[in-house]
Nanobody, 114 residues
Framework: QVQLAESGGGLVQSGGSLRPFCAAS????????MCWYRQAPGKQRELVAT???????NYADSVKGRFTISRDNVSNTVSLQMNSLEPEDTAVYYC????????WGQGTQVTVSS
């Protein structure tokens, strides 16, 4: 059993930065992959970024070059550094992992004003 808790969302102006965190309730060392998804109002949830156990990363085309995902196996956290934010990035951001079953966090709201 794992609980994922996101924090660090907020309101920022276009061009600004935010860095939400996802804290896991136990060690993430053996977790194969951890991801950030987002869901904007009226839209489907979409995959934003993935980081594997080995540290390999992958990003949605819409965020490449602006977002950076990282994991810390000591503090059991995953973060998403978001730079050059745009109003289109406004969404609830969710943490995801799979270890025997899928786990989701409760989400953190990110709002980018123009």
């Amino acid at each position: 059993q794992v609980q994922l808790a996101e924090s660090g969302g907020g309101l920022v102006q276009s061009g600004g930065s935010l860095r939400p965190f996802c804290a896991a309730s136990r060690s993430i060392f053996s977790f194969n992959a951890m991801c950030w998804y987002r869901q904007a109002p009226g839209k489907q949830r979409e995959l934003v970024a993935t980081i594997t156990e080995a540290g390999s990363t992958n990003y949605a085309d819409s965020v490449k070059g602006r977002f950076t995902i990282s994991r810390d196996n000591v503090s059991n956290t995953v973060s998403l550094q978001m730079n050059s934010l745009e109003p289109e990035d406004t969404a609830v951001y969710y943490c995801w992992t799979y270890t025997g079953r899928v786990y989701w966090g409760q989400g953190t709201q990110v709002t980018v004003s123009s």
